[in-house]
Structures are given as structure tokens and as C-alpha cells.
């Protein structure tokens, strides 16, 4: 009888192994159905969808799309070679498919190829490289398009938040903004970032700073809308907590506008929305901390 037993446990063994083996490959299957039901796949979907809207602007063109095929491309790709490199069981980024088609979007159709594609690479170089309990610490896309400013003064249309577009064409960017914040549960962020940002440029208006009023008006109001629903909401860089979420957005508006005031009026929006991250990122260490000097307590 106890040998009977003992000869039965390898063989359990190999059958809890076989399981693990098929638990492991299901892991590493890609399910289409259940990444456009999540919120990345409607994120995606929609930011698809206003893009291809935005190719009606006829000087988009040929150019636009090309460039967008090498973004997304580009992201896939390269997230592919670091999960594999690194001997991670998903290949396929989702996170890096709605990054390039974010800085696809927003680099203008005139931009050489080649510069896209470096700006993908930065962006996803700056995510896998500075990172809190594996979740990026700054916004891929803006670091992204930030550094490829900086490098090669690279033009922004944001030709996916339709600011190209005839001025009714906004209703889409806003209706398809609230279906993405409406799943992720970030509507105080983005009220709290467009209330400020308005406030602030309109305040700046009144007093009589010079090209104040801009920042209201086409393309920048669009920029910002498209900022606020796909970008600033984004949930490993931004807080989930409501009180936290309404200091962050009116945290990034003000910076902005300081942006646009004293730096740049083509990355001001970029460089307020990583400047939030950064105090995200401080807030979740100091929390840490805290937690870690109460647990010794």
C-alpha cells in the first residue's frame, strides 16, 4: 500500500507541473476581446477613432498616418524586445500600443519618420528605466514628446484631439474623453485641471499678459481637453483618491500655465503634467515612509 502511494506522488507532481505549464501559457496568450473590454482597450479604441477623424483635416495626409503606423510600430516592438530580454510571459504591450498612437497623434504629420520613432523610444526608455514598485513613474507619451522637443524641435499638432478640425468637431473629443474618465472614475482630475487651467489663462487675460487668451482658443483648448481625458488620467502616473486627484489636476494646470508664461508655449501642457507625476511620486514615498515608521512603532 505505501509503495503504491509513493509511486503515485511523481506523478502527481508531473501533473502539477503540466497544470502550471498551461496556466503559464494562457497567461502569455494575447485575448483581443478581453483587452478592447478593458479600460486600456477603450482607451484605445477611442483614441483610434479620433485619429481617424483627425486624418480629415487635408493636410494630415499621407504624412499623418505614416507616422502614426510608425509610432504604434515602433512602441509595440520595442516593448516586445525588453519583455523578452528580460524573460517577462507577456510579449505584448498594451501600455506601449496606446503610447505610440498618443505620440502619433500629437506630432505634427510634417515630422520625419525617424524623429517619431526616437521619440517612441525615449518614452518607453524613460518608462522601463525610472519606476516605483514596477509602475512608471512619469508619463511615457509626455517625457516622450518633451525630450523630442528638446532634441529636435519637433512640431505638435495634437492633430488626434481633432484641433484641426472645425470647432464642432470637439463635441467627439469631449464625448469620447467622458467615456474613458467615466470607467477609470477620474472626473475629479480632469474638472479640477480644466477649471484651473481656465481660471488661470483667463485671470492671465484680464491683467493684460500678452498672448494669455491663446491658451483658450484652438488648437490649445483642444490639446488640453485630449491632455486631461487620455494623459493626465492615465492610472499608474496619477492618484485614485478624489481629494488627491483635484490637488493634482489644478497642480498641473498651474504649472502649466507657468509653463506657458515663462518657458514654452509648445510644451507647457507636457511639462505641467510631469511635473504633477512628480509629486505623485513623492506623495505615494512620503505615504510609504510614514507606513514603514508606524509598522516599527
Known amino acids: 500500500?505505501?509503495?503504491?502511494?509513493?509511486?503515485?506522488?511523481?506523478?502527481?507532481?508531473?501533473?502539477?507541473?503540466?497544470?502550471?505549464?498551461?496556466?503559464?501559457?494562457?497567461?502569455?496568450?494575447f485575448s483581443f476581446q478581453k483587452f478592447i473590454?478593458?479600460?486600456?482597450?477603450?482607451?484605445?479604441v477611442i483614441i483610434l477613432l479620433l485619429t481617424m477623424i483627425g486624418t480629415a483635416y487635408p493636410?494630415?495626409?499621407?504624412?499623418?498616418?505614416?507616422?502614426?503606423?510608425?509610432?504604434?510600430?515602433?512602441?509595440?516592438?520595442f516593448d516586445f524586445i525588453i519583455a523578452y530580454l528580460l524573460h517577462r510571459p507577456k510579449l505584448f504591450s498594451d501600455g506601449a500600443l496606446i503610447t505610440g498612437l498618443i505620440i502619433g497623434g500629437i506630432l505634427g504629420p510634417a515630422v520625419p519618420w525617424a524623429q517619431v520613432m526616437v521619440t517612441?523610444?525615449?518614452?518607453?526608455?524613460?518608462?522601463?528605466?525610472?519606476?516605483?514598485?514596477r509602475k512608471p513613474i512619469l508619463n511615457p507619451a509626455a517625457i516622450g514628446l518633451l525630450v523630442s522637443s528638446l532634441l529636435f524641435s519637433t512640431e505638435e499638432s495634437w492633430w488626434s484631439a481633432l484641433s484641426m478640425l472645425p470647432a464642432w468637431a470637439t463635441i467627439l473629443l469631449i464625448a469620447g474623453g467622458f467615456v474613458v474618465v467615466n470607467r477609470i472614475n477620474k472626473f475629479p482630475l480632469v474638472f479640477a485641471f480644466m477649471a484651473a487651467y481656465i481660471i488661470f489663462f483667463a485671470?492671465?487675460?484680464?491683467?493684460?499678459?500678452?498672448?494669455?487668451?491663446?491658451?483658450?482658443?484652438?488648437?490649445?483648448i483642444n490639446a488640453a481637453l485630449f491632455l486631461s481625458f487620455f494623459m493626465l488620467?492615465?492610472?499608474?502616473?496619477?492618484?485614485?483618491?478624489?481629494?488627491?486627484?483635484i490637488f493634482f489636476g489644478i497642480l498641473a494646470a498651474l504649472c502649466a500655465g507657468c509653463a506657458y508664461l515663462y518657458l514654452s508655449k509648445v510644451t507647457f501642457m507636457l511639462i505641467g503634467l510631469l511635473l504633477a507625476n512628480a509629486w505623485k511620486y513623492l506623495q505615494a514615498r512620503s505615504r510609504s515612509a510614514q507606513r514603514a515608521t508606524m509598522g516599527r512603532g
Not at 509513493?6 to 497567461?27: E, G, M, T, W
Not at 485671470?203 to 490649445?220: F, I
Not at 488620467?233 to 486627484?245: C, I, N, V, W, Y
Request: glycine letters at 8%; hydrophobic letters at 40%; proline letters at 6%.
Open 1 to 29: 500500500m505505501e509503495s503504491s502511494a509513493l509511486n503515485r506522488v511523481p506523478h502527481q507532481i508531473q501533473v502539477k507541473r503540466s497544470d502550471l505549464r498551461k496556466s503559464k501559457k494562457r497567461k502569455q496568450g
Open 37 to 44: 473590454k478593458s479600460p486600456k482597450g477603450i482607451v484605445f
Open 59 to 77: 493636410n494630415n495626409g499621407r504624412a499623418g498616418v505614416t507616422n502614426l503606423i510608425a509610432a504604434v510600430l515602433t512602441a509595440v516592438f
Open 120 to 133: 517612441v523610444i525615449a518614452a518607453l526608455s524613460v518608462k522601463h528605466l525610472f519606476k516605483d514598485k
Open 203 to 220: 485671470a492671465a487675460g484680464l491683467l493684460g499678459v500678452t498672448e494669455a487668451g491663446n491658451a483658450l482658443r484652438m488648437p490649445y
Open 233 to 245: 488620467t492615465d492610472p499608474p502616473t496619477s492618484p485614485s483618491r478624489a481629494g488627491e486627484q
